[in-house]
């Protein structure tokens, strides 16, 4: 059974840190880019972070770009995101995902970790 289990969510205040991981397992990841996608309440969800199966490359959206950090280990099999300095608007659920590419991470889904910002 494949699963992505992601965890490291919680409550912070603006300006603080948090380190998201996802962990895969029920098949080998090495060969799917994997990524980072969150959905704040009443918003569409919205592509974060991602990064392919080589590591060689990264998306990042223009929010997060230079406060949030996407890397994987080198088994392939879990993903990060670093989060610093954190705003408000960062609040909502975090969802981890792999795909064949980074900009189709649609084949694999994690339940989601909450993360929200206070002030």
């Known amino acids: 059974q494949v699963q992505l289990v992601e965890s490291g969510g919680g409550l912070v205040q603006a300006g603080g840190s948090l380190r998201l991981s996802c962990a895969a397992s029920?098949?080998?990841?090495?060969?799917?880019?994997m990524g980072w996608f969150r959905q704040a309440p009443g918003k569409e969800r919205e592509r974060v972070a991602a990064?392919?199966?080589?590591?060689?490359?990264?998306y990042y959206a223009d929010s997060v770009q230079g406060r949030f950090t996407v890397s994987r280990d080198i088994a392939g099999n879990t993903v990060y995101l670093q989060m610093n300095n954190l705003k408000l608007e960062d609040t909502a659920v975090y969802y981890c995902?792999?795909?064949?590419?980074?900009?189709?991470?649609?084949?694999?889904w994690g339940q989601g970790t909450q993360v929200t910002v206070s002030s």
């Open positions: 029920g098949r080998t990841f090495s060969r799917y880019a």
């Open positions: 995902a792999a795909g064949f590419s980074i900009a189709t991470l649609n084949d694999y």
């Open positions: 990064i392919s199966w080589t590591g060689g490359r990264t």
